[in-house]
């Protein structure tokens, strides 16, 4: 939760005389009252909101601690939001597969999300329906089907060599250490970059369209008002500041889509545009419902998904990999075995990876162990309906904890260890989309499933086999142990982000 520059024993004064006022205004308007899953008993309308804040813990430990409690589903009451948190594997089946489009919705946004997302005019914060509908099926149709993705094998290439050399680079002016996040994050967002604008970008443009998401990101940041409006006049510097941050992002990307917009209407005059981009099928997208075409703030906004979708989730299993990598050197010299009998002296192409089965079974592994972020994103019902016996309202925040699917010891013999054996041997299997049976859902399932889970499992393996062809990665401080605590961080990253030291190969 965002810090606030107000003192929190004021704030949870005032919480509690406001809530006790509610609390005993609504209980006389509810007549029926509903049977929700249980949960840890909170204070009126507050909930279990100052519990979370209080136990010291990143929100997915919390959560983890109290799944032990009370179960595959439970309630938390965050304010006026309630929360329906799931962690079983079923239940999860049953929801999102089987009554796939009862479960298929996005909850109400807070405000500084609807100033960002153009009130909801994105794929991911879509309610289900016609604009969802249409803005999804031209991101997959039209950007991520197989053939499209192979349009974009050059700038893919062009990314891995540019992130070669940057490590090595880097790796010669600090004593064979790297920054593996750092460095994995930047070639993932110049391929989303080169896609999604069609236009080539010096670096430092590129760094500085970074800075710009990230300042994004990080207004996005829950608040406390977001759980209880009702403090939202103590607030107004923040929106003040987040409508001053949109501002800056829409300045900042506009000159982009016009530059491209421009290339289009007059082809060949401008030699750093590409022959394709997510741009061009957003200029003309026909929205069911509406009559206009997007204008340029909700471009931006699309552009932004797109980049803010696919940038750190990758970055991030990238990250655990190395890490993983680092911590067991008979895996990793597998894997390098299996890239030399390959390729042999050649790069890895990204038409390699088929005929990789080992390092298909180690990404298969880091997902289910390292989810790039804990909870998918927040689902709805469309109306009200039940799950397991318990009452779903379709104003619940419906949340997945994913770890409590992949580390499922019921499911899963040894979860706990980094294990790419057990796919690689065939002893275990799981179909990541969840449509035959769900075991694991890094990209979630169902009809919300993430649309770039191809693209996204591409840039993985890829990124993992070229930076382990061309260098041996080794623990910094030599022999030091790896320390695997997570952080939240928009994604879970490294608590301690991974510095590497490497060695090219010969
Ligand atoms: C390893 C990388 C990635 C991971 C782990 C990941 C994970 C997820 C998850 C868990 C969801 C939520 C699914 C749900 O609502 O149940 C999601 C949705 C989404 N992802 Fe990804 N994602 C990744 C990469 C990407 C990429 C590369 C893109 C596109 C450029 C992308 C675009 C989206 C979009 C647009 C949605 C919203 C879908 C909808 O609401 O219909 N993601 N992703």
């Not at 016609?130 to 290439?157: C, D, G, T």
């Not at 030699?271 to 981009?277: C, G, L, N, Q, V």
């Not at 003309?284 to 980049?307: A, I, Q, W, Y």
Request: hydrophobic share 40%; aromatic share 10%.
């Amino acid at each position: 939760m965002a810090s606030s520059s107000s003192s929190p024993v004021f704030f949870t004064i005032l919480a509690f005389l406001i809530s006790c006022i509610i609390f005993f205004l609504s209980r006389k308007s509810k007549s029926k009252r509903l049977n929700l899953p249980p949960g840890p008993p909170g204070w009126p309308v507050v909930g279990n909101l100052f519990q979370a804040a209080r136990s010291g813990k990143p929100f997915f430990d919390y959560v983890d601690d109290l799944r032990k409690k009370y179960g595959p589903i439970f309630t938390l009451k965050m304010g006026t939001r309630t929360m329906i948190i799931l962690s079983d594997a079923k239940l999860c089946h049953e929801a999102f597969i089987e009554k796939g489009a009862l479960f298929a919705s996005r909850p109400r946004e807070n405000p500084t999300r609807n100033i960002f997302s153009c009130n909801k005019f994105t794929v991911n914060a879509a309610v289900y329906g016609p604009v969802w509908r249409s803005l999804r099926r031209n991101m997959v149709q039209n950007m991520l089907s197989s053939s499209r993705l192979k349009e974009f094998r050059k700038i893919r290439a062009d990314s891995m060599d540019k992130l070669i050399s940057r490590l090595r680079a880097e790796a010669e002016a600090n004593g064979g250490v790297v920054s593996v996040l750092k460095n994995a994050r930047f070639a993932v967002f110049c391929i989303l970059l080169g896609m999604c604008f069609g236009l080539e970008m010096e670096e430092e443009t590129v760094e500085k369209m970074d800075q710009v998401m990230k300042t994004v990101l990080i207004t996005l940041d829950p608040r406390i008002d977001d759980y209880l409006p009702l403090l939202s006049p103590f607030f107004s510097k923040q929106r003040k500041r987040a409508l001053e941050v949109r501002k800056e992002q829409v300045d900042f990307i506009v000159p982009f889509i016009e530059q491209r917009r421009e290339a289009l209407l007059n082809p060949g005059s401008d030699k750093s545009a590409m022959s394709f981009s997510y741009l061009d099928t957003l200029f003309d997208v026909k929205v069911e419902g509406r009559k206009s075409v997007p204008s340029n703030s909700e471009l931006v906004t699309l552009c932004s998904e797109f980049l803010n979708g696919g940038t750190d989730t990758t970055a991030t299993a990238v990250e655990w990999g190395i890490a993983q990598l680092i911590a067991n050197p008979e895996i990793q010299s597998k894997l390098y075995e299996e890239i030399k009998l390959t390729v042999g002296d050649r790069k890895v192409d990204e038409k390699d990876v088929e005929n990789m089965k080992y390092l298909q079974a180690i990404v298969k592994e880091l997902l289910r162990k390292h989810p790039p972020t804990y909870f998918s994103l927040t689902h709805a019902a469309t109306e009200p309906t039940t799950l397991a016996g318990y009452d779903i309202p379709t104003d619940t925040n419906v949340e997945i904890f994913l770890p409590g699917i992949g580390w499922d010891p019921k499911i899963w013999s040894n979860p706990e260890k980094f294990d790419p054996d057990r796919f690689y041997s065939g002893k275990e299997e799981a179909d990541i989309t969840g449509v035959t049976g769900v075991k694991m859902m890094p990209f979630g399932v169902g009809r919300r499933i993430c649309p770039g889970l191809g693209m996204a499992t591409v840039h993985v393996h890829l990124m993992l086999a070229r930076m382990v062809q061309e260098f041996e990665w080794i623990a910094f401080p030599p022999n030091s142990k790896i320390d695997f605590t997570g952080k939240l961080e928009f994604t879970v990253v490294m608590k301690n982000s991974l510095n590497a030291m490497i060695k090219p190969r010969s």
